[in-house]
């Protein structure tokens, strides 16, 4: 199959990217592999969408820096949708919010005439519409959500911090990688103004109560087609340990990734979010969990399968690419 990884921008994909595994696990299957950032997207006067592309060289590669080195140093072409089986949307809208706002919402908006041309895309552009923001996480059952206020209004904000006894999480409605996350308690009062006031400029305000648990770290679980990634009996997943006064697990912001082990509360999220995120055709997702809570789910670019593969000792991407091409043979 021919398979096309859309990204923020390819000069700026890291080694260490699960995007950048999942692309040499379907070159070294045999597959021909193109990258793509939002900017190299095309509407072709035929009607067709394209995209200015590098495509991996046909050789082997000892690891993942020297494909990716590969890969940025090849010149880009341009192809058509007509020559593509997959297009896999990768990019993180989030990333681009400051500096190119007009490439937020490319990758979904030419995803979705793509996928009217017959090809497969992932995560299917309909369902990350819905899913561009946090408020998707208020769609699945209140039993495995954190308390949530969303609001625009100071006043909202001061009684949700009274109702949750003075200590909360702060963080902006559109975002991602933690960044602009605030722990609101007695000692940085006097700045929530402040913070919502800087949230709040860019959007919405998200209000969420305080788990202690969160002390401990979160857990990144991935689900595929809405069911646990797992391979051999063992689950996709890692914990994620935030450095000392750090409040945010994120792995770039300096949080430690350690070994997970599955627990009934994670099940029993799996079961709650499972159906809707298979039926919105989300077929790879990372939840970040704390305690028997789901905070977020990631559902553009989820991060950290690297580290499962490593901590398990098994090749998950291995499973996902086998499940890509089982879904271009049902197609076909």
Known sequence: MTITFIVNQVRKELAGYTTTAL???????????????????????DGRVGAHSRKVPDREFRSLHTFLEAVVTEEKRLLSSKNWDVM?????????????????????????????????????????????NKMYLQYFPESVRPQTLITRDMADVEAFYRD??????????KGSGGKNVFLIDKKEDK???????????????????????????????????????????????????????????NIHQGAKAKKAVMNKE??????????????DGIFLAGLDIVGDKLMEINVFSPGGLIHACEFQRTDFMDEVISAVEKKVANLA
């Open 23 to 45: 692309a040499l696990e379907a070159h070294r299957r045999g597959h021909t592999v193109y990258y793509a950032g939002v900017g190299d997207l095309v509407y072709l006067p």
């Open 88 to 132: 896999w949307l990768r990019n993180d809208p989030a990333a681009d919010m400051e500096k190119r706002p007009w490439a937020q919402d490319a990758g979904v908006l030419f995803g979705q005439l793509v996928q009217q041309q017959g090809v497969l895309v992932l995560n299917n552009p309909n369902g990350l519409v819905k899913a561009s």
């Open 164 to 173: 949750q006894h003075h200590r909360i999480i702060l963080k902006p409605l």
């Open 191 to 249: 700045n929530r103004k402040q913070i919502v006031e800087a949230i709040c400029r860019d959007g919405f305000a998200i209000a969420q109560e305080y788990l202690p648990a969160a002390k401990k770290g979160d857990i990144r679980l991935f689900l595929m087609d809405g069911e646990l990634l797992q391979r051999d009996g063992k689950v996709a997943a890692i914990k994620r340990v935030q450095q000392s006064g750090e409040i945010r697990s």
């Open 266 to 279: 994670m099940e029993h999220i799996v079961e709650a979010v499972g159906p809707l995120l298979r039926e």
